[in-house]
């Protein structure tokens, strides 16, 4: 080497000056080959993945020609350098070699540099990382040959100034190559900058400054984040996944198989037992048996293929997982150079000789280990996190797949809600454990390395300390598995509290008429109370835990320092062992912390995993006995078809022959329970197949029976993802009877229908998912019973212009699935079915003429028609386009709903304001406004109707949380408290301070006294007071943490307590407009995060918020000077924390808003699956879904992205705090000791952590406050009038039953017309009278008049005198009785559903019971009149339902009855019962009737008619049928034609 240079190549004198430097040999020669020696190297491997993964080359930027520009001046400067010593070497043999190789090795170094960034052009992302670091290197390793020329000049001016020179320039030129590359060369592409990102701008996440920036100027909107790369959208993502999930499965059902079959052998003995076979094939199988077969499945079924699920994922994104594990790998390792180098500097301040370079390399050495820490751990974590997101992708999508091919058998395991769960909770679990798998070998690692360089400071007394760590492991354990099943024990309260809540919020309309809201208030406040009691018991076990959190790190430092001390009289601690080994018992504390918390989650992830597999080795559909063909003579054909729901049971449809030809129309018909939807669903290929096969031609359309709807517009139901064509689409409507519908609702087919079709009735959902059907298009119409929803009149249209012969459908191939029987006459063919085989099938005439079962059944139900229905059947007179009837009957409009409100909107009483007969004319009117409103496009659409958009959007707030909030809450924590809290923790704070200040002087006794001196004393009092200091520590944790969970439990008690009070007093039109789940997510999630998160956060915020304060004063007493350096780290600190909060906050909001849908979008297509199948629409549905969940996944990109960015940025402020209090340590080397050194180094090499913790706490507490916010926005609702006011009307009120409405006018909302426009009239003491009118007359508007569920716009209501609206609600609502139109039951005894104030006798009630016809039916039960009821009342049938409301009523005995006629829900003999029942008992009451059938109110004593609002016609019934009027018009059309045709 030397002759290679002519000069010294290593000589250590050469470090022992102040001056140091190196020799030039050495740099001329080892730093010069290290940066071409990692070039030349990583070369030729990343050509060659260049040109492997080359894509289209792109266009040359100016960005490409200065680089490459520069790069050629590189060239040339080396070529100048070669020239020079070629021109020097004229014969001379003294110019060293190492000057010709280095200019040669420059020259080819630089060549190859142009070739690689001219392959870039070629790549998505234009600067190679590994030219960056390339640069770095060369530009580090240039430097020290930089200084030793520019030495050498100053020195001697002459020497080498030539090679000096070209030098320089070439050094110059570097470093603007290596800002150049710094830059992120602008891409093409509009969306992710992360791909083309440069390799600086990847690890410091600055492409992600513009997203920051554009956050804190305006709340971010969904448009405003970038789309995720395509490799890792969910499509690419999955298709990747299944690829291993595929081959993997199959793995594992075959060992699945081996292992049957290894259990069958062993079990070849046993046998299953049989189920009993005389059940009913009906698809609606009762309850009872339901859960037996559950149990047998549970023992079939508990095998399934296992342990495959890891496997996939890992081969899917093994890369990933490879890459995170060696970037923590790096990071653990450079984790344990930091106690070391402070040793190192601990050292060289205690040594005054050492020369002033040492430390400055020192403190440069530990900022560049620091900052590369930091790079590595945020790469690890942004890998982790998005593997995390990938994983919940991958999960998502697929578990959305598989639920569009499960076989039914398999579906029937999981409810909707389990099935959602999966896609949830056990792809979130997933999630949460790759964040964190790394840390399984790193905690290990990093445990046993600390434990080493302990040993080396302290020897064997380390282990006291270690031992002390790990008794505390399982301590925590215990607490933390009895604090989760304190958990699961408060889910249990809240799930029974949400519960009860969720029936109040269905059933508020009952709690209002009934004044029942005081008793479920009540029930509620027990619920929460028990819930409060366990959360203090969780919070003070919490409390607990973290004092023996708080408590450990003192506790080992105080055992193993005394231990140390003890032991031996010549151990002495001195600065550099004390703070090592607290740096180092720092960095044992997070492994320990974690692994516990590791390991819980690692179990509930096995968990999801196991229910995971289970659910993707369910088997798929099994559709081979369902044949397509395209050239068939038949349209289907079934052969020997059995097919069956389940194999354990018997088969639904057994050996069907039929065939069914092209255009024909065929019905089905048979009793409940005969196979009828079973055959068509064995169409579907829904079913199980046993032998024989189907054959289809053509494609299919269903309409099932139990109509599905998606949450969308009417219109978006309709064409369901097919091409709008104005004209069929016209045609549908007209057919379907919807046009009036669409006049009714608000926006006609642009009104939103809600979850599950709630805001419409049964008849109009069964008539949207017929138009669906028919504007498909399809060969064959599989319609399984579309009539039963609507009435006798709409049937009828329906029939003719849609099923019949000459309706829309004529041509088609139709099955229809019927009950009525009047339609037969009029179809191609009949099929009769019984238990699943066909009786006999024939055409009607054909099956009458047979005799037989058909034939009996027509002519007993001919007898039983009442009158109302004959005149339908026999009504064949009516002209074509008269459709007159088809205004919906009041009995398909639902009550319930929200749609009560919709339907009295702003347009509403023109729809009803015509004269009975108007409506051919009308019809084309409505056509022509619907063709128009169409024309007018869009910007009508979005001002169309007050009232379209029946659920306002949900309020989400953006921007900063009002401070109000927080003071809020504040006060209902206390504030004397919350200045108790703060002074208790301030109080630690100062202990802490106290026990740092306390140990640097114990180390400085080192100094004083050696082994020899040192007084036993002196230690002993240094010992007790460190121990002392360190249990206050503790202690102050303990009081101030169970002070705040007092505190905060009393804060929730509260604001949960005005929140339930407000809701229940909230007025009818507040839940009318509100959805359900939205109240109920105030009292779901709102409230639990208020219980468990906020007192957390906070507590937490106050502890960084304090220690890192501490941190700092500690600082500035031993370098005051650091004050100064504070201020500019301080400022960035808060800027960058105010510029992602604000960022962070609403990618919050973002990803909880794009979240939902997923889910709910989720449910909708598994309740819907039979129609998605029949109509081929799964890739449709799919495509949506996973639009759904990329939407989504970009806001938790962006949010993961955000968490870096800061995390590098604060970390940067961590390390130059680090850096400083190096640096100034040493500038002010003589006037510091080691001890002082040692203390404030190891406390801030501590704060890079906690400032980073801080700004996540307090972006945490930004989010939960939130909660608050909500809460409070629904306590500041304003409510109804007082229940009580101080004027109460006598006990006995109303003795009469006098009812006087004067000039009475009411509306729904402020902003809408009036609904009753002026009604005045009288009604006299037990007087019977019947209100009629068109659907939307006022009819029920009358009866929420009543009982002040409406409260009036003018005039008054009297009753016996009194006016309704002088006395308080409850008041006026206790006396009143309703029996309303639908039965509303509530989860819990019968007894509470008919008492829930405990006001009657047991004998009472019997007596109602008995008088509702219920006795025999309560006394059978075993429990009589504690029987619980299910939520809902759905294990009562609709009938018996109907009865309890009357026994209600029958209890109550008030003298003013209210009857909102329930006839739908009730078949003919409980109606009779129930009329019969109202007419004995009732008599001495005043009983108003609100019918939708007219022959149920004929023998009241007074007839009233409504229309738009008004009273038109009142009198009785004699002189209303006499003159022809409204009344005398409908009492025709119903067949009625004087009093005495009324009988049932």
């Known amino acids: 080497m030397e002759n290679f240079c002519n000069s010294t190549f290593w000589n250590s004198s050469y470090l022992n000056t102040p001056e140091a430097d190196l020799p030039l040999c050495f740099e001329q020669t080892v730093l010069v080959w290290i940066p071409l020696g990692f070039l030349w190297l990583l070369a030729p491997w990343q050509l060659f993945h260049v040109y492997r993964s080359r894509t289209k080359t792109s266009s040359i930027t100016k960005f490409y020609l200065a680089k490459q520009v520069l790069v050629g001046s590189l060239i040339i400067l080396a070529a100048i350098e070669l020239a020079f010593v070629l021109t020097e070497d004229s014969g001379q043999a003294t ?93 093409d592409s509009s969306h992710n900058p992360s791909s083309t990102a440069s390799f600086l701008s990847s690890i410091t996440f600055s492409w992600y400054d513009s997203m920051v920036l554009k956050g804190y100027k305006q709340p971010l909107t969904l448009e405003d984040i970038w789309d995720v790369d395509e490799d890792i959208k969910t499509k690419s993502v999955v298709s990747k996944f299944e690829v291993f999930m595929t081959r993997d499965l199959q793995k594992a059902k075959r060992a699945l198989q081996r292992r049957q079959q290894k259990n069958s052998r062993r079990k070849s003995g046993a046998t299953l037992p049989g189920l009993d076979k005389n059940q009913s094939q009906s698809q609606d199988v009762l309850v009872l048996e339901e859960s037996k077969k559950k149990k047998k499945k549970s023992e079939a079924t508990k095998d399934f293929p296992k342990s495959w699920l890891i496997k996939a994922i ?77 994983v919940r992708t991958t999960i998502m999508a697929s578990v959305y797949k598989k639920a569009l091919t499960l076989s039914n058998l398999a579906r029937k395991q999981y409810t909707i809600g389990e099935t959602v769960n999966l896609m949830s909770v056990d792809a979130q679990k997933l999630m949460d454990v790759t964040n964190y798998m790394h840390l399984v070998w790193s905690s290990a690692l990093q445990i046993c390395l600390a434990i080493f360089f302990l040993w080396r400071e302290l020897g064997p007394s380390v282990f006291a300390g270690v031992g002390v760590m790990i008794l505390l492991v399982p301590v925590n354990g215990i607490l933390a598995t009895t604090n989760r099943n304190i958990q699961v024990k408060n889910m249990k309260n809240k799930d029974q509290r949400l519960k009860l809540m969720n029936e109040m919020l ?68 001195d600065a550099e062992k004390a703070f090592t080994s607290i740096t180092l018992f720092n960095i044992l504390r997070f492994p320990l912390t974690m692994l ?91 079913m199980e197949h046993i032998h024989g096969h189907i054959t289809i031609k053509g494609t299919t359309a269903y309409v099932p029976q139990q109509s599905w709807i998606q949450n969308g517009t009417i219109k978006d139901n309709i064409l369901f993802g097919s091409e709008f064509n104005e004209v069929r689409y016209n045609q549908v409507l007209k057919a379907c009877a919807l046009l009036p519908d669409l006049e009714i609702l608000p926006g006609g087919d642009m009104a939103e229908i809600g979850e599950k079709g709630i805001n419409l009735s049964g008849g109009q959902k069964q008539r949207i998912s017929l138009a669906r059907a028919v504007y498909q298009n399809s060969d064959i119409y599989i319609l399984d019973d579309p009539l039963s929803a609507v009435d006798a009149h709409v049937g009828k249209h329906i029939f003719d212009k849609v099923l019949g012969p000459n309706g829309l459908l004529h041509g088609k191939t139709r099955l229809l699935v019927t009950h009525s029987i009047h339609f037969l006459p009029q179809v191609d063919e009949i099929v009769v079915l019984e238990n699943g085989t066909i009786l006999e099938k024939g055409s009607y005439n054909t099956l009458i003429a047979n005799k ?63 004269s009975i007969r108007s409506s051919s004319k009308h019809r084309k009117s409505l056509k022509d406004s619907l063709k128009t409103r169409k024309a007018n496009g869009l910007k009508e659409r979005e001002e169309l109707v007050k009232g379209q958009k029946l659920i306002q959007k949900e309020f989400m707030e953006t921007g900063k949380v009002k401070f109000s909030i927080y003071v809020k809450y504040l006060q209902a924590i206390g504030l004397c408290s919350i200045v108790f809290i703060i002074l208790i923790y301030t109080m630690n704070s100062v202990a802490f301070i106290g026990s740092n200040l306390w140990l640097s002087a114990w180390t400085s006794d080192s100094q004083t006294f050696n082994s020899t001196t040192y007084p036993a004393s002196q230690r002993d009092l240094r010992i007790g007071i460190y121990a002392a200091l360190g249990l206050a520590q503790g202690f102050c944790v303990l009081g101030a943490s169970i002070l705040t969970v007092y505190r905060c439990t009393h804060a929730s008690k509260t604001l949960h307590k005005h929140l339930l009070n407000n809701i229940l007093r909230a007025p009818m039109s507040f839940f009318d407009t509100t959805p359900t789940g939205r109240i109920m997510n105030r009292f779901a999630g709102d409230i639990s995060t208020m219980d468990d998160m906020l007192p957390q956060t906070m507590r937490s915020w106050i502890l960084c918020f304090l220690g890192i304060i501490s941190t700092l004063v500690m600082i500035c007493m031993a370098t005051p000077v650091f004050a100064i350096i504070i201020i500019p780290l301080g400022i960035i600190y808060v800027s960058v924390q105010v510029f992602y909060v604000s960022t962070s906050r609403q990618l919050r909001r973002l990803d909880s808003v794009t979240r939902s849908p997923i889910y709910s979008h989720f449910s909708e297509t598994v309740s819907g699956l039979p129609v998605i199948r029949a109509f081929e629409h799964q890739p449709r549905f799919l495509a949506r879904s996973e639009m759904g969940i990329d939407t989504n996944q970009k806001c938790v990109f962006s949010w993961i992205t955000s968490n870096r960015w800061l995390a590098v940025r604060l970390e940067f402020v961590g390390n130059m705090i680090v850096f400083c209090s190096g640096l100034l340590l040493v500038i002010y080397k003589s006037t510091l000791s080691g001890d002082t050194v040692g203390f404030v180094l190891s406390n801030a090499l501590n704060i890079t952590q906690t400032l980073n913790w801080l700004v996540r706490m307090t972006s945490e507490i930004e989010t939960n406050i939130v909660s608050v916010e909500r809460i409070t926005e629904y306590i500041n609702v304003e409510n109804e009038a007082p229940w009580v006011t101080d004027r109460r009307p006598p006990p006995d009120w109303p003795s009469k039953g006098e009812i006087q409405f004067n000039n009475y006018q009411v509306r729904y909302r402020p902003e809408l017309d009036l609904v009753l426009k002026g009604i005045t009239c009288a009604i006299k003491s037990t007087e019977k009278i019947g209100v009629v009118g068109r659907t939307g007359a006022g009819k029920s508007s009358l009866t929420n008049c009543l009982f002040r569920i409406l409260e009036p716009a003018g005039g008054q209501i009297t009753i016996d005198g009194i006016d309704i609206a002088s ?117 001495h009451c005043t009983v108003i009737t609100i019918a939708h059938r007219l022959h149920t109110i004929m023998d009241c004593d007074k007839i009233m008619v409504l229309d738009n609002g008004k009273i038109v016609q009142y009198g009785s019934p004699e002189e209303l049928l006499e003159n022809p009027g409204p009344f005398y018009f409908m009492a025709k059309e119903a067949g009625i034609e004087n009093i005495t045709n009324t009988a049932l």
């Open 596 to 686: 516990p918390m590791l390991i819980s989650s690692m179990l509930q992830a096995s968990v999801s995993i196991d229910r995971l597999e289970k659910y993707f080795g369910g088997d798929d559909l099994d559709t081979s006995a369902i044949r397509r063909v395209s050239n068939f003579d038949k349209a289907v054909q079934f052969s020997e078809a059995t097919f069956t729901w389940d194999r354990n049971l018997e088969a639904s449809v057994r050996d069907v022959n039929l065939d069914i030809m092209p255009g024909q129309l065929v019905a089905v018909v048979g009793t409940v329970g005969s196979g009828k939807s079973s055959l068509m669903s064995a169409m579907l290929g829904e």
């Open 314 to 390: 890992f081969k899917t994104f093994y890369i990933v997982i490879l890459k995170s594990f060696i970037a923590k790998l790096v990071h653990d390792i450079l984790l344990f150079l930091n106690p070391q180098l402070l040793k190192f500097l601990i050292t060289f301040v205690s040594d005054k000789d050492t020369y002033p370079w040492v430390g400055y390399l020192c403190a440069i050495l530990l900022f560049a280990v620091t900052l590369i820490q930091t790079f590595c751990l945020q790469y690890y974590f942004q890998l982790c996190f998005i593997l995390g997101m990938n």
């Open 95 to 187: 110019i060293p070699p190492v000057k010709y190789t280095n200019p040669i090795l420059y020259l080819c170094t630089w060549i190859l540099v142009l070739l690689v960034q001219h392959s870039r052009l070629w790549c998505i992302q234009k600067n190679s990382w590994y030219l960056s670091l390339f640069w770095i290197l060369s530009i580090l390793c240039g430097t020290f040959q930089f200084q030793t020329m520019l030495r050498a000049l100053i020195q001697d001016s002459k020497s080498n100034m030539v090679y000096s020179c070209l030098y320089f320039v070439s050094y110059g030129f570097q470093i603007l190559i290596l800002i150049l590359s710094a830059r992120s060369e602008p891409s």
């Open 506 to 573: 269905s059933g508020i309309k009952i709690l209002k008429y009934f004044a029942w809201e005081p008793s479920f208030k009540d029930q509620v406040s027990n619920i929460r109370k028990k819930e409060l009691k366990n959360l203090l018991t969780f919070g003070q076990l919490q409390s607990i835990m973290i004092f023996l959190l708080q408590l450990a790190p003192v506790l080992v430092c105080v055992i193993t320092f005394s231990v140390y001390v003890l032991v031996d009289s010549n151990n002495i601690l």
């Open 1367 to 1483: 006395i308080g609600l409850h008041d006026l609502r206790g006396k009143l009785t309703i029996i309303p139109q639908d039965p509303i039951l509530f989860s819990g005894s019968l007894r509470m559903n008919l008492d829930p104030f405990n006001t009657y006798s047991d004998e009472e009630i019997w007596k109602a019971l008995e008088l509702a016809h219920l006795k025999s039916f309560v006394a059978g039960l075993t429990l009589g009149l504690s029987h619980e009821v299910a939520e809902a009342g759905d294990n009562l049938s609709i009938g018996q339902r109907q009865l309890l409301c009357l026994g209600r009523a029958l209890l109550r005995k008030s003298k003013i009855l209210v009857l909102d006629e329930a006839t739908a829900a009730v078949d003919l003999e409980t109606d009779h019962l129930i009329q019969t029942t109202i007419r004995n008992e009732f008599s």
């Open 852 to 914: 037989g079962v058909f034939a009996k059944n027509q002519k007993l139900f001919m007898k039983r028609l009442n009158p109302e229905e004959e005149a339908t059947v026999n009504d064949d007179s009516e002209e074509e386009d008269n459709d007159g009837e088809l205004i919906p009957s009041m009995e398909e409009l639902p009550e319930e709903s929200a749609s009560l409100t919709i339907k009295r909107e702003k347009s509403l009483h023109r729809t009803m304001s015509r």
